[in-house]
């Protein structure tokens, strides 16, 4: 037998690896699971390897990799147990995608899980939803989750989802997201992931975030904040210099930058022009130090003492053309941090559009995995299904080179880095055949009696509001403070 070339075993010790990295952590899942454990695993694979979408849950219980009955399966969404703490440790220790000099990027986001006709389900709370029309935007009930993944350098569909946390009516959203952030950042330090000298770690978020507000909340990590500002904010500069012998409380504010008016404002410091291939021409420009004038309301209220100066960099992205748009209008972005060079603006705004891959996630766990799917009551089975539906796409992750491309006879083909998790999924039946199965065989049982008869229910389940629960004793007024 003539010798093996040095680059096809070099290809079948990776792809060795890379098995051994999904069996681990299909192992280290089994583990996770506390109660229940061999229906919820047993599950997960139904979820991995059903034939096309998941249209309803009940439906899972016919595939061939789920040997139990449709009432174990939902016996285990309604009182099963999985430790999320170390399920989250497990993901954080998985290999993660990275960007140019090994910096993680975070993609920060809420999807919300519409239950508008589930009086009954408690915890709901309104959502924001677009329509399908300019300007149709809608508040619908729902359970909304804030989903934190690590986002890939190039043009992917691929996510590594990390954590998610369902919001509940009466929750500060940035205060919950500083949370889970600062939470997410300490695992990765625990995993190795992030180590002192390391780049910081971005965090990329949409327009719906207080961005200032979580650069204030997060200054004592190594974390760096990226966010999109709306196109009406006002923001300032550093004040001047005070002039010698003029009295009085020194000014905190300079010139406002007003962001629907740039051509009043200053030259910029950094000016930067890249060539793409899907937008044209990108104009960035970035200016230095800018701040927002806050005031003691809202997410200030109770702020102690004098409200601070939240600085960064301020950076306007202007293409050629957007698919679907004839006149594409600038994005604005706030960094934070200052003394931005060139190689700082092109690594924001790219990172940034790298953002919306976050977007083919949720349609991939909406129209594909049905995350939304299930009409479930109790928001703790809610939960466990989203960590469910999570653990099946890290599966998917892991396994995206190791799965044959059983496309259709209308699909191109496609090499085995650029599959897509739609794609990757139709062979992980075949693969898993290949892996080791922790769950143990059912026992011979039998089904209960159920409801007799003809006997009614005397316990109908309560009617929960939507929106928040708790009042305020007083309404804050807008001049209930001093300007910051």
């Known amino acids: 037998m003539g010798s093996v070339p040095q680059t096809l075993a070099g290809g079948q010790d990776t792809r060795r690896a890379r098995r051994g990295d999904l069996v681990r952590f299909r192992m280290a899942f089994y583990g996770c699971l506390t109660a229940r454990a061999d229906e919820l695993f047993e599950l997960t694979e139904a979820l991995l390897c059903t034939e096309g979408p998941v249209r309803t849950l009940v439906e899972l219980a016919l595939a061939p990799e789920h040997r139990r009955g449709h009432g174990a399966l939902y016996d285990a969404l309604n009182h099963g147990h999985i430790d999320i703490a170390r399920l989250r440790r497990t993901l954080a220790g998985l290999r993660l995608p990275r960007c140019a000099g090994g910096q993680i990027v975070l993609g920060v986001d809420v999807s919300p899980w519409l239950r508008p006709d589930a009086p009954t389900s408690p915890q709901r709370a309104f959502c924001h939803t677009y329509g399908r029309g300019r300007g149709q935007a809608q508040m619908i009930p729902g359970w909304p989750y804030s989903i934190i993944a690590a986002l890939e350098p190039g043009r992917t569909s691929w996510t590594a989802v990390l954590d998610a946390v369902r919001l509940g009516?009466?929750?500060?959203?940035?205060?919950?997201?500083?949370?889970?952030?600062?939470?997410?950042?300490?695992?990765?330090?625990?995993?190795?992931?992030?180590?002192?000298?390391?780049?910081?770690?971005?965090?990329v978020l949409d327009a719906g975030y207080d961005v200032h507000r979580l650069a204030f909340l997060l200054a004592d990590l190594p974390v760096q904040l990226l966010g999109r500002l709306r196109s009406d904010r006002v923001l300032c500069f550093p004040a001047p210099a005070r002039r010698p012998g003029r009295g009085g409380r020194p000014a905190r504010h300079g010139a406002a930058f007003a962001l629907a008016h740039p051509e009043h404002a200053p030259a910029p410091v950094v000016a930067t022009t890249t060539d793409t291939t899907r937008y044209g021409t990108a104009h960035a420009q970035a200016w230095d130090r800018l701040h927002p004038?806050?005031?003691?309301?809202?997410?200030?209220?109770?702020?102690?003492?004098?409200?601070?100066?939240?600085?960064?960099?301020?950076i306007r992205l202007r293409v050629d053309h957007l698919p679907g748009h004839q006149d594409p209008k600038p994005v604005w972005l706030w960094w934070s941090r200052t003394g931005p060079t060139r190689t700082d603006v092109d690594r924001c705004w790219q990172a940034f559009l790298r953002r919306f891959d976050l977007e083919h996630t949720f349609r991939l766990f909406k129209q594909v995995l049905g995350w939304t799917a299930p009409k479930v009551r109790d928001p703790a089975a809610g939960n466990r299904w989203t960590w469910l539906v999570i653990v099946a796409h890290t599966q998917l992750r892991l396994a995206r080179t190791l799965t044959d491309d059983l496309r259709r006879p209308w699909e191109r083909a496609a090499p085995p880095a650029r599959l897509t998790p739609a794609r990757v999924r139709r062979g992980f039946r075949r693969l898993r055949a290949k892996t080791p199965l922790p769950a143990h065989a059912p026992k011979p049982a039998h089904p209960g009696p159920g409801r007799p008869p003809g006997s009614r229910n005397r316990r109908p389940a309560p009617h929960h509001p939507v929106g928040k629960h708790t009042k305020r004793d007083s309404t804050a007024s807008t001049t209930s403070g001093p300007a910051g």
């Open 169 to 203: 009516p009466d929750d500060d959203p940035t205060t919950v997201t500083a949370t889970q952030l600062r939470e997410l950042v300490e695992r990765l330090r625990v995993a190795g992931q992030h180590r002192d000298g390391d780049p910081d770690v971005l965090v």
């Open 293 to 314: 004038r806050l005031e003691h309301r809202g997410a200030w209220s109770g702020h102690d003492g004098e409200l601070p100066l939240v600085e960064g960099t301020l």
